[in-house]
């Protein structure tokens, strides 16, 4: 079966510092893999997306970054933490698709994140 | 860009009733997929039910249903005979190309006792 990872569960961090969230998924191959941050109190918002390694799309200009150096690996980044970073992070998987989404999402257990 | 609107930020029901989540969508697209996902306390993300737009009928998950309204771009949750574990965020979501769901900023639903 497949599980995805995603650490650490909660992270405090301090302006300026860098960042570095990992995710894995493990039982499948060539997933596509996702970032979403959730404000509180509010929805998700999708950060990045990839489809395959080193495929990365960037949804929303902002001061993080996202890698994907294997094929069940997807890190998020960041040089220099803001406040405005903090949020829940969640990593998520899907099966490839390349038409209308039409699969459903298995997410991680997220990471929450205090930039002080 | 594509939306999602919940209006409801917020509902409650009595344990047993049944409660409607509402969700409505913007698209220009012909084919696409609809979703509620629910977020307990612990913030795991959970897949209630998918709805196929090009279905007439509606999806049913033993409690959940949904009322999809295509022409109107609706799509609510039905939840029948709420138990306390119902009670969580839900997320209303619709699936783009590449599977990029666009998510609404979700309901609280509040079960009472």
């Known amino acids: 079966s497949q599980t995805i990872h995603q650490w650490p569960a909660t992270l405090v961090q301090p302006v300026g510092s860098p960042l570095s969230l990992e995710c894995t998924v493990e039982g499948t191959s060539n997933p596509n893999l996702y970032w979403y941050r959730q404000a509180a109190g509010r929805g998700l918002q999708l950060l990045f997306y990839?489809?395959?390694?080193?495929?990365i799309s960037s949804e929303v200009p902002q001061n993080l970054s996202a890698s994907r150096p294997q094929d069940r690996q997807f890190i998020l980044s960041s040089k220099k933490l803001l406040l405005s970073d903090s949020g829940f992070y969640l990593c998520?998987?899907?099966?490839?698709?390349?038409?209308?989404?039409?699969?459903?999402?298995?997410f991680g257990s997220g990471t929450q994140l205090s930039v002080l | 860009a594509q939306t999602v609107t919940q209006s409801q930020p917020e509902m409650s029901v009595q344990e047993a009733e049944t409660v409607t989540l509402s969700c409505t969508y913007d698209t220009s697209e012909s084919d696409y997929y609809l979703f509620w996902y629910k977020q307990p306390p612990s913030r795991q993300m959970i897949l209630v039910i998918r709805q196929e737009a090009y279905k007439q009928q509606n999806a049913t998950e033993n409690r959940f249903s949904v009322n999809f309204q295509k022409a109107a771009k609706s799509f609510s949750l039905k939840i029948s005979d709420s138990q306390l574990g119902d009670a969580a965020m839900y997320f209303c979501a619709k699936g783009e190309y590449g599977n990029k769901l666009v998510f609404g900023a979700g309901t609280i639903l509040r079960v009472k006792s």
């Open positions: 998520a998987w899907s099966t490839p698709k390349f038409s209308v989404g039409n699969e459903k999402l298995f």
């Open positions: 990839s489809i395959g390694i080193g495929q």
